[in-house]
């Protein structure tokens, strides 16, 4: 079992910087691949990064790419997503998610935060 906890969320106006980290409970962390999702009000939820294991494979949404950047410390059981020139539409609830392997569906992750608020005015 992985307990994740999402936190750095908030406020932030357009072209502002947030960073999420998402801390996980358990030895095994460095056992999951870990992803960020997120879901706007009345969306379904959306893949926005995923890491490997090892942390040699990363993908991003294209909505992302260029903005966003995942990371992992392995030692602190603790996954990042640095959002930078943030965007009205980034605006959502975003989760981590932690499974076997990466992946771009939600199904492929097992574990789950219970989601962070990132709101950007405009």
């Known amino acids: 079992q992985v307990q994740l906890v999402e936190s750095g969320g908030g406020l932030v106006q357009a072209g502002g910087s947030l960073r999420l980290s998402c801390a996980a409970s358990g030895r095994t962390f460095r056992g999951y691949a870990m992803a960020w999702f997120r879901q706007a009000p009345g969306k379904e939820r959306d893949f926005v990064a995923t890491?490997?294991?090892?942390?040699?494979?990363?993908l991003y949404a294209d909505s992302v790419k260029g903005r966003f950047i995942i990371s992992r410390d392995n030692a602190k059981n603790t996954v990042y997503l640095q959002m930078n020139s943030l965007k009205a539409e980034d605006t959502a609830v975003y989760y981590c998610a932690g499974g076997l392997v990466t992946g771009l569906q939600a199904a492929v992750y097992d574990y789950w935060g219970q989601g962070t608020q990132v709101t950007v005015s405009s």
């Open positions: 890491i490997s294991r090892s942390g040699s494979s990363i």
